[in-house]
DNA sequence: ATAAACTTTCATTTATTTTTGAAAGTTTAA
DNA sequence: TTAAACTTTCAAAAATAAATGAAAGTTTAT
């Protein structure tokens, strides 16, 4: 396999890995393409490679943007703007993380909360419910902590070696 | 709020979860509503709850099934079959995090082996690709294993004090 | 063997999401 | 200030995904 091939075909699955991670398929693309980029690219550039439009390159890049995962740059003597990835993969799970903890899971945890605090007062199927849903709210809130834990623990040399020590 | 609507708030929410998860809505909304029955659920009553089709239904159902996190179960002097939900959270967990594991990592993984693989002869531009791929190789390949590794962790009681002796 | 009770399938329809592209907006150089 | 070079917006179109429902299939009781 050849460079351009190897690059297409990782551009495609990556773009397919996100489709099913909640992040739109174009906008996975272009983050593929950024991150295996030694230089800045240009919107002309996106849509030439990846055969999109412009409207589209924009929107899209402008997402990764909000997302603090894509970066813009500036050449000098260039009117255009270029863009560049997070290429460090800690910060990006890091980030990526962050954002769809705060979009989707603290949403989540607010109506869990909400709705485990219903007054049960009878039946065996509202305690029930009242029971699952507080269970799924403290699971929920600890897995969403699960990567700052990981993060902190990575820190964390004597943890490290004790936790390799006992295996 | 009184039980039916925080039931409802419940299964509407978790199915919007579900649709940003990559898994689709009704699947993640009968999961729902499956979780905080206390009996098990005839097609017909999910129908009837859920407003959907026979064949929507069906369908749905059938995929929680091959998930592995949806059971059929049989009532005595009952023709119909009812469904239960798999309700411990860690199972479920590790259920759902296998399953994708399954479906979208590994393959992608095997993509990432391969392009990171070719032959990168001469320029900076090529060198750079298989490098950063090789480095999304190693990062997707530890956090595949992230789930199991906390397992592990949970198990290890040893691991578990020495830690918080250590914060 | 038959028919009632139930489930599955899948071509078609419906709903949702994404993309396009032209017009409006912005910035910069002269 | 003007106009060229570029970016953003958003209504409409296209593509994709999900839902319907009727027909086909299956199971069970008699």
Redesign the pocket.
């Known amino acids: 396999m050849e460079f351009k091939e190897a690059k297409n075909k990782f551009v495609q699955t990556w773009g397919a890995l996100g489709?099913q991670w909640g992040i739109?398929?174009?906008?996975a693309q272009i983050h593929a393409l950024l991150m295996v980029s030694s230089e800045a690219v240009?919107?002309?550039d996106i849509m030439e490679e990846l055969?999109?439009?412009?409207?589209?390159?924009?929107?899209?890049?402008?997402a990764l943007m909000d997302w603090g995962i894509v970066y813009k740059e500036y050449k000098v003597g260039?009117?255009?703007?270029f863009f560049t990835a997070e290429k460090d993969l800690d910060e990006l799970a890091v980030k990526i993380s962050k954002e769809r903890s705060k979009r989707e899971i603290k949403p989540a945890l607010k109506v869990l909360k909400e709705v485990s605090s219903i007054n049960a007062n009878a039946t065996s199927e509202e305690k029930h419910f009242v029971d699952q849903t507080k269970k799924l709210y403290d699971f929920v809130l600890k897995a969403d902590n699960v990567l700052d834990k990981i993060t902190e623990y990575k820190d964390n040399w004597l943890a490290q070696i004790l936790v390799k020590f006992m295996k």
Request: proline share 0%; hydrophobic share 25%; net charge positive.
């Open positions: 489709s739109n398929k174009t906008m240009s919107m002309e055969q999109i439009s412009r409207g589209n390159a924009s929107m899209n890049i402008r260039e009117r255009r703007e």
